[in-house]
């Protein structure tokens, strides 16, 4: 389980193929590795991800097909960053909305409006995900924890302040990326359960 309140990036030092397989090795600072264990989970924008092996600051993890094709992980190079976030504990602060880490898909960056003190970025959602956006409500993007601006139609905006931009990999994002996000599950699972009790009224 994870808040959303990330730890910072790290950087991607190598990547190893296999057939519909990949392993990434990172690079962590000496405080991200204390309790660090193989086995444990951790966030990569957003995606929970097994510890598979620890050789000093370097640290690997596996990432199977399926993680592959549904989030933006595959597409990333040697020397790219990525967003950490180590797994919640219980008695820890959640400042942000208790999240899974099992991202439901890829949205793309459509436009970045900057003034003196935050950005709004705009991302363009998969049709069938967009019954779940609504203002004010919770999203997960590339792991960051954030509040649903606007919304029109399939596309809605979020606002960043300087220190989200400085410590997530959104400070170097452009528009026609890529970002995984997770939608809220209490915000699905009330949707999901209202849609399901107006279809079973109209059929009745």
Same mark, same amino acid.
């Given at each position: 389980?994870?808040? %959303? @309140?990330? &730890? %910072?990036?790290?950087?991607?030092?190598?990547?190893?193929?296999?057939?519909?397989? !990949?392993?990434?090795?990172?690079?962590?600072?000496?405080? =991200? &590795?204390?309790?660090?264990?193989?086995?444990?989970?951790?966030?990569?924008?957003?995606?929970?991800?097994?510890?598979?092996?620890?050789?000093?600051?370097?640290?690997?993890?596996? &990432? @199977?097909?399926?993680?592959? !094709?549904?989030?933006?992980?595959?597409?990333?190079?040697?020397?790219?960053?990525?967003? $950490?976030?180590?797994?919640?504990?219980? %008695?820890?602060? $959640? #400042?942000?909305?208790? /999240?899974? #880490?099992?991202?439901?898909?890829?949205?793309?960056?459509?436009? $970045?409006?900057?003034?003196?003190?935050?950005?709004?970025? =705009?991302?363009?959602?998969?049709?069938?995900?967009?019954?779940? &956006? /609504?203002? !004010?409500?919770?999203?997960?993007?590339d792991g960051v924890s954030l509040t649903v601006g606007t919304v029109k139609a399939n596309q809605f905006c979020v606002h960043l302040i300087p220190e989200t931009l400085n410590r997530t990999v959104f400070g170097m994002r452009q528009v026609g990326d890529?970002?995984?996000?997770?939608?809220?599950?209490?915000?699905?699972? $009330?949707?999901?359960?209202?849609?399901?009790?107006?279809?079973?009224?109209?059929?009745?």
């Amino acid at each position: 389980m994870f808040t %959303g @309140i990330v &730890l %910072g990036t790290a950087e991607i030092q190598c990547i190893h193929l296999g057939t519909d397989f !990949k392993t990434h090795q990172l690079q962590f600072p000496p405080a =991200w &590795l204390q309790g660090l264990e193989i086995g444990a989970s951790v966030a990569h924008n957003g995606c929970c991800l097994t510890v598979t092996r620890i050789e000093g600051q370097s640290v690997s993890f596996d &990432l @199977i097909d399926e993680t592959l !094709k549904v989030t933006n992980l595959g597409q990333l190079q040697v020397g790219q960053r990525v967003n $950490i976030e180590r797994a919640a504990r219980i %008695g820890d602060e $959640i #400042g942000g909305h208790l /999240m899974s #880490g099992h991202v439901h898909g890829v949205c793309v960056i459509t436009a $970045i409006e900057r003034s003196p003190d935050n950005v709004a970025v =705009w991302f363009e959602v998969p049709t069938p995900w967009q019954t779940y &956006l /609504m203002p !004010k409500g919770y999203i997960a993007l590339d792991g960051v924890s954030l509040t649903v601006g606007t919304v029109k139609a399939n596309q809605f905006c979020v606002h960043l302040i300087p220190e989200t931009l400085n410590r997530t990999v959104f400070g170097m994002r452009q528009v026609g990326d890529w970002i995984n996000f997770e939608i809220d599950p209490q915000t699905q699972a $009330i949707v999901d359960t209202v849609t399901r009790l107006t279809t079973l009224a109209v059929s009745d």
